[in-house]
């Protein structure tokens, strides 16, 4: 069983920047792939980035030139660099980690934006 805790929430202004982490709690970067998620109230989950466990990444849209995802496979960590934040970005942002018929979840940490 995957476990995965997140952190680095909190209250932001437009413009600026937070960096969120996600500690698994074994070395499952080799086997699985990881992602950051995002669901603002009202909305769908939607996937905002992803990296393989190649190293490969790809992102949403909307958050392309703004947000970056890595992984230390030392600190079985992965973050997600959120610059230049928007208002629109506020979501509960939740990690998974994903490989053939399993998923797991984080419990989702909250980001908010204000204008």
């Known amino acids: 069983q995957v476990q995965l805790e997140e952190s680095g929430g909190g209250l932001v202004q437009a413009g600026g920047s937070l960096r969120l ?6 070395s499952i970067f080799r086997t699985h792939a990881m992602a ?3 669901q603002a109230p009202g909305k769908q989950r939607e996937l905002v980035a992803r990296i393989t466990t190649g190293g490969s990444t790809n992102y949403a849209d909307s958050v ?3 947000f970056t995802i890595s992984k230390d496979n030392a600190k079985n960590t992965v973050y997600l660099q959120m610059n230049s934040l928007k208002p629109e970005d506020t979501a509960v942002y939740y990690c998974n980690a994903n490989r053939p018929y399993f998923d797991y979840w984080g419990q989702g940490t909250q980001v908010t934006v204000s204008s």
Do not use: E, H, L, N
């Open 36 to 38: 950051w998620y995002r």
């Open 21 to 26: 982490a996600c500690a698994a709690s074994g």
């Open 64 to 66: 392309k030139g703004r």
